[in-house]
Each structure stands twice: as C-alpha cells, then as structure tokens.
C-alpha cells in the first residue's frame, strides 16, 4: 500500500490507483467532469487539479495521476478554486449553456458544478458558435452547442460498446463529436444503439428523443455497472 | 460505393491492408494518387486497414495536409510562419488572392490553381516563401508571385 496526505488526512491508496480514487475512497470530493467511473480517465477538463505540496505546489490532473508514496495533496486551495472557476467559465463559454431551454435542466453536472464551484456569472463573451442539431437517430438527439467535448461519449463507444461510432472531427476550439465519417447519426453504420453515449452525457447535448426536460435523468454509473459485471478473462 | 473507387484504394493501400497503425501513411498515399478523400475513399480506407470510420473522420480532420475536397491542377502553399510574415506573406498572399480571385483554401474558377496557407516549409533563410506543388520559391515579392503564377498558366 501506498500512504499519502490528502488535505492534511493520511490516506491509503493500492499502487496503480490514482489520486482521485484514493481521495474518494476516504470520502474527500474533487469535482470532475471528463472523468467517469468504468471509463479511462482522460484529464482533459482539468477541473480535477489539485496541488501537490511537495512537488513545489505542481497541478495535476487527479483523475490521470497515480497517487505516489509521501506526496501532500491540496484539493481546495484558493488558487485552485480560482482555477476551477475559470475553467467552467471558459467550458460555458465555448459553446451555447443557456439552462433555462436546456433539457439537461436540473440534472446536468455542468450546471452542478457551476453551482457547486459558485459560478454566479461568466467574465468571457459566449462564442454562440450556431452548430446544426442532429435529430436524424430514431431514439437519441445530439446537440453539439450543448456539448463540452469531454469525450465520455467517445468513450463509452469505443471502450465498453464496442462500437467505435463517435469520434473527435476537427481539432481546437472547432473540434467536434461526430458519428463515422461526420454524416447524420441515425445513417451511421457502426451505430448500435445501445444508448451508452447518453448515459455517460454530462450534460444536455446527448438526450433521448420524446423525453421532457424533468424526465431527463440520465444514469452515468451504468458505465461502471456494465464493466464491473463483465466476466474477468 | 463506385466499386472502382474501392478496388482502386484496395490496390494502392496493398502494403497496408490489415495494419490500423499505418493510417495516416495509408492516408498519405491515396491523397498524393486521388488528389484528395472524399467519403468514399475514406471509408474505403477504413475497411482495407480494418480501422473504424469514426477514427479516419478524426485524422482527416485533424491533419490541414488531408483534403476532402478536389484542387486544382497546382497546390499553392504559401508560408504564412512568423519569418515568413515579418519579411512581407502577407503582401504576397494579398497578390496571390488578387490574381486568382480567391480566399485562402479556395480554388480558382479556372481550376488550375488552389490556394494554401501553412506554417513553415523550413526554408526560413528564403523568406516569404511559396511551394507550388513541389516547387519552392523563395523570397517573394508580390510581383514575383504574380509573375509565377501567370508562368503557370501559360504552361
């Protein structure tokens, strides 16, 4: 076993396990939003860093970083509070939050964490980038000016359907989630269905088709549930 | 799918078929014969390298080289890197869209020429410089780029 200290609280971590496990194991919250249990953690949304004391102060990634013997973690400084804040205030940003017409209304982590990290107003002007809606699947519906390209959707495709269906277009502030070869999703070939993607949505832009706002509840643990039950070979 | 398109990439990606990690050279090698990927080379692509679309879609769209779209007879990549810039790309590319009466990316409606900006050809010691397929010309004036193109289309 390893022995760290995270926010002044010795803790016990199995070696391999990262600093975000080890954290939820002894009941310390770090807030995330790529990061999903039964996926890879890809530590792309940068809302997981905390300090590493002893590594003079170092942010890393919780979700991608092994937790190693001896290191001091700082999970609420102020400065990572500052730095959480902005990074939500740049995700709203990018692309068209606007709750009150959202389906994910209510139950959707962006809008927790923006509430959760006290984000009362945005400092940069919405980009508003006018994407085109997708509503060619016959169960599911992709906004992309909802999506916040954490790649859960990615993810789940491609790591435990199988299926490979979503993927990355473009790169920087146009990258977008797209089915196959960028063509309408319900005319995917790779598409199964199978609707993991919108379980592991954090927010509104995956949602079922004919589902109102209140019944929108998505259930994101099912990714974890369905790989833990897989058999071991 | 035009089944020539399919047997066409089958031929040319021979050396790759089978192998994902060969993608973008793969890519590389229909681009430079084809000219550029539409769709069906694309998924063509994918199947002989037995890679999924969704990821060729990601390469494609990554990689500024790839094209989707036909060009004209000649490629213009005009170096629009900071050596470049500070000794005068940008009046060169003004010339340039001038005298084919297009934008960056764009293809002139005589289809013989398409317009490219890039980042660094690694000739910095030329500056402002161009590459018309795979010919480089270096330090440009915008009269010079002038007097290159219309040496083109005379032929």
Avoid at chain 1, 64 to 91: C, H, I, N, Y
Wanted: aromatic letters at 4%.
């Amino acid at each position: 076993m390893i022995t760290l200290e995270i926010d002044g609280r010795t803790v016990q971590a199995r070696p391999g396990q990262t600093i975000l496990e080890a954290a939820r194991a002894a009941g310390i919250r770090i807030p995330t939003l790529c990061y999903l249990e039964g996926l890879s953690p890809r530590g792309s949304c940068r809302l997981c860093l905390v300090e590493v004391a002893n590594w003079n102060g170092k942010l890393v990634p919780a979700c991608a970083t092994p937790a190693e013997e001896g290191m001091r973690v700082v999970t609420g400084s102020q400065r990572l509070k500052e730095l959480r804040r902005m990074v939500l205030e740049l995700l709203f940003a990018e692309r068209n939050h606007i709750c009150s017409i959202c389906v994910s209304n209510g139950h959707c982590e962006l809008q927790d964490l923006a509430c959760e990290l006290g984000m009362d107003a945005v400092r940069f002007p919405y980009r508003f980038p006018g994407l085109s809606l997708d509503a060619s699947h016959e169960k599911f519906v992709y906004d992309p000016n909802r999506c916040v390209l954490c790649g859960r959707c990615v993810r789940a495709c491609s790591e435990v359907e199988g299926a490979m269906t979503w993927g990355f277009a473009g790169r920087g502030v146009n990258t977008l989630v797209e089915p196959d070869l960028g063509g309408p999703w319900g005319e995917s070939e790779t598409c199964t269905g199978c609707g993991k993607c919108v379980q592991a949505c954090p927010v509104g832009a995956l949602a079922e088709r004919g589902v109102a706002t209140a019944e929108q509840e998505k259930r994101p643990q099912v990714l974890a549930e369905v790989t833990e039950r897989r058999p071991r070979v | 799918m035009p089944a020539g398109i399919e047997a066409r990439v089958a031929e040319l990606l021979q050396p790759y078929a089978g192998r994902p990690s060969e993608l973008i050279q793969a890519l590389h090698r229909v681009q430079g014969v084809l000219g550029h990927l539409p769709l069906e080379v694309q998924k063509a692509v994918a199947r002989v390298l037995g890679v999924p679309p969704s990821q060729v879609h990601e390469v494609v769209t990554f990689y500024h080289f790839f094209r989707t779209q036909p060009v004209g007879k000649h490629v213009i990549r005009l170096c629009l890197g900071t050596a470049c810039y500070v000794r005068g790309a940008g009046r060169v590319l003004d010339a340039l869209r001038e005298e084919l009466g297009v934008d960056l990316g764009g293809t002139s409606a005589d289809g013989l020429f398409t317009l490219e900006g890039v980042r660094c050809l690694g000739a910095c010691g030329l500056a402002p410089v161009m590459m018309v397929d795979e010919e480089v010309y270096g330090r440009l004036t915008p009269g010079r780029a002038r007097d290159i193109l219309r040496g083109l289309r005379r032929g």
